[in-house]
């Protein structure tokens, strides 16, 4: 009895539940350049990376889980303000998820939110961006986005953001 309860948790009723929806589900692999924004003192570049899931459950709209990985190799240097020591954004870890609306069929306009792991402390973050596919099966696109970081900055409770150019491509 164990060993069929075991069979239908784990092979017969998810195959069942996939096999009755509409969900067409995707990865994509994100290679970008980022440049930091603000603040002000810190107008340095660095490239990431990113791994997408997405879920398209309407026409218009999918839901997806981002996983990045930002490096800001010249912010290395651990700086000290009236006895606060500001965090070393030297990489940026951030889950996000988000939901992103497709009004025609080859541009995409998204909102996600989440953790950003700096190393040692977590913040939330959110990111808007706005994207392009360039062709009809969505396997190749180019997308803008800005990553605001919340109450990083100590000293004066500012926040860190930084525009990332990326070029996605589709993998499944």
Avoid at 45 to 56: A, K, S, W
Avoid at 119 to 136: E, L, V
């Amino acid at each position: 009895m164990k060993r069929i309860l075991i069979l239908f948790l784990f092979v017969a009723l998810p195959s069942f539940i996939l096999g009755q929806s509409n969900y067409v589900i995707s990865m994509l692999f994100k290679a970008k350049v980022n440049r930091c924004i603000y603040p002000a003192t810190e107008k340095v570049y660095g490239p990431g990376i990113g791994l997408e899931v997405n879920e398209r459950f309407n026409n218009n709209f999918q839901s997806f889980l981002t996983l990045n990985l930002d490096l800001f190799p010249q912010n290395d240097v651990r700086t000290i303000i009236n006895g606060k020591e500001l965090p070393n954004k030297k990489s940026i870890v951030s889950i996000f998820i988000g939901i992103s609306y497709h009004p025609i069929e080859k541009i995409w306009i998204s909102f996600e939110g989440g953790p950003s792991f700096i190393p040692s402390q977590t913040y939330f973050s959110i990111k808007p961006a706005i994207g392009y596919y360039f062709d009809k099966k969505k396997k190749y696109g180019i997308d803008l986005s800005l990553t605001n970081i919340f109450k990083l900055d100590v000293v004066n409770e500012g926040s860190y953001g930084y525009l990332s150019l990326g070029f996605n491509v589709r993998i499944f």
